[in-house]
C-alpha cells in the first residue's frame, strides 16, 4: 500500500524555537510537497521538490526552508517559528510528471504544530 | 495562475438525500481536476479525478463528478448520501500544460449529513 508518513502528529513548540518536520514516503515518487493547512484558506504549498537536492518555493515559503538529501525523504523547517506558523503542515508525493502520470497527491496524516 | 472556487463553506442534508458539493476552477488550458476528503485529524485521502475522457467520473465510496468545460465547474455527486460521509471535502486543479503538477486546492466545504 502507497504509504506517506510524518514523523510527527503532534509537536507543540515556542517561539524562536528552530523546528523540523520530517516526512517519507515508500513509493519511489519523484515528486514531494510541503503544504499547509488553515481553515477557510484550504492547502497552501509552501515548498516542493522535484528530485534529490533540488527545490522550489511556493505559494507562501515565507519562513520556511526545505531539505531534501534522499529520494524517499522531505523535511520541512522553521528557522524561527512564530506564532502565525501555528497550523496544520500536510506533506505529499507524486510521480514526475511525464506521460500517463496525473499528478494525484499521496498525503501524509499530517503534523498539527502549535507555536506558543 | 491557477485557482478552485468551492462556494459553500458547509453542506447539509439527511441521510438517504442526494448529496452535491459544488468546485468551479480557473486554469490555463486543459485541467486535471480532483476531489479529496479529510476525516477529522487525518490526511487528505483521493476521491476521483478527471483527466481525459468521459465527464463523468466515478470514484470512491460511490461518489461522482461531472467536468463541464463551458461551465469551468467540476461538482462531486452522490445519490444517497450516509451519515459517515460527514467530512471535509476539497476540489483540486492543475494544468496539463505546467510540467510541475502542482495542485492549487479549494477552501474546502464542510458536509455534514443527519441521521
Known amino acids: 500500500d502507497v504509504k506517506v508518513t510524518q514523523s510527527s502528529r503532534y509537536l507543540v513548540k515556542r517561539t524562536g524555537e528552530k523546528v523540523f518536520l520530517e516526512c517519507v514516503q515508500d513509493m519511489d515518487h519523484e515528486n514531494m510537497f510541503w503544504y499547509r493547512q488553515d481553515p477557510g484558506l484550504g492547502l497552501r504549498l509552501i515548498y516542493f521538490?522535484?528530485?534529490?537536492?533540488?527545490?522550489e518555493k511556493g505559494d507562501i515559503p515565507e519562513g520556511y526552508s526545505v531539505s531534501r538529501e534522499k529520494k524517499e525523504r522531505f523535511s520541512l523547517i522553521l528557522e524561527s517559528a512564530s506564532t502565525n506558523q501555528t497550523s496544520m503542515y500536510l506533506c505529499?508525493?507524486?510521480?514526475?510528471?511525464?506521460?500517463?502520470?496525473?499528478?494525484?497527491?499521496?498525503f501524509g496524516e499530517g503534523s498539527r504544530l502549535t507555536v506558543l | 495562475a491557477q485557482s478552485v472556487a468551492q462556494p459553500e463553506d458547509q453542506v447539509n442534508v439527511a441521510e438517504g438525500n442526494p448529496l452535491t458539493v459544488k468546485c468551479t476552477y480557473s486554469?490555463?488550458?486543459?485541467?486535471?481536476l480532483f476531489w479529496y476528503v479529510q476525516y477529522p485529524n487525518r490526511g487528505l485521502q483521493f476521491l476521483l479525478k478527471?483527466?481525459?475522457?468521459?465527464?463523468l467520473v466515478k470514484g470512491s465510496y460511490g461518489f461522482e463528478a461531472e467536468f463541464n468545460k463551458s461551465q469551468t465547474s467540476f461538482h462531486l455527486k452522490k445519490p444517497s448520501a450516509l451519515v459517515s460521509d460527514s467530512a471535509l471535502y476539497f476540489c483540486?486543479?492543475?494544468?496539463?500544460?505546467?510540467?510541475?503538477?502542482?495542485?492549487?486546492f479549494g477552501a474546502g466545504t464542510t458536509v455534514t449529513v443527519r441521521a
Open positions: 521538490s522535484y528530485d534529490v537536492k533540488m527545490k
Open positions: 478527471y483527466i481525459t475522457g468521459d465527464n
Open positions: 483540486a486543479v492543475s494544468s496539463r500544460i505546467s510540467n510541475d503538477y502542482k495542485l492549487s
Open positions: 486554469v490555463s488550458g486543459n485541467p486535471y
Open positions: 505529499a508525493s507524486s510521480l514526475l510528471g511525464l506521460a500517463g502520470s496525473t499528478g494525484e497527491l499521496f
